[in-house]
């Protein structure tokens, strides 16, 4: 069984950082993607940002880059997400998901974690 456990979120004034984890268990293979997407409250789901495991390959939405860095640590199974220069606008739930597929599509990943709340404060 997949299982993603999304954790690290909490309480940040605007200007900090943070970073977030995501542990994946019972993937059957070495080679799959990573998903971060966010969803605001009241709004739709967000793209964030995406890694491939096999080569670390990393893709992010435009808003995002240059604040946002996803990793990952394959001996541990854990994708990471750091964000700085936090803003106010940045507080939502946080999922990570895993999928076979690199891509943004949402539908394309088949196992979500339970998400993380990150606030921001202004």
């Known amino acids: 069984e997949v299982q993603l456990q999304a954790s690290g979120g909490g309480l940040v004034q605007a200007g900090g950082s943070l970073t977030l984890s995501c542990a994946v268990s019972?993937?059957?293979?070495?080679?799959?993607?990573i998903g971060w997407f966010r969803q605001a409250s009241g709004k739709e789901r967000e793209r964030v940002s995406c890694?491939?495991?096999?080569?670390?390959?990393?893709m992010y939405a435009d808003s995002l880059k240059g604040r946002f860095i996803t990793s990952i640590n394959n001996a541990k199974n854990t994708v990471y997400l750091q964000m700085s220069s936090l803003k106010p606008e940045d507080t939502a739930v946080f999922y990570c998901?895993?999928?076979?597929?690199?891509?943004?599509?949402?539908?394309?990943?088949?196992?979500w974690g339970q998400g993380t709340q990150v606030t921001v404060s202004s």
């Open positions: 019972g993937f059957n293979s070495d080679d799959y993607a």
């Open positions: 890694i491939e495991s096999s080569d670390g390959r990393t």
């Open positions: 998901a895993a999928g076979v597929s690199y891509s943004f599509i949402p539908s394309s990943y088949a196992f």
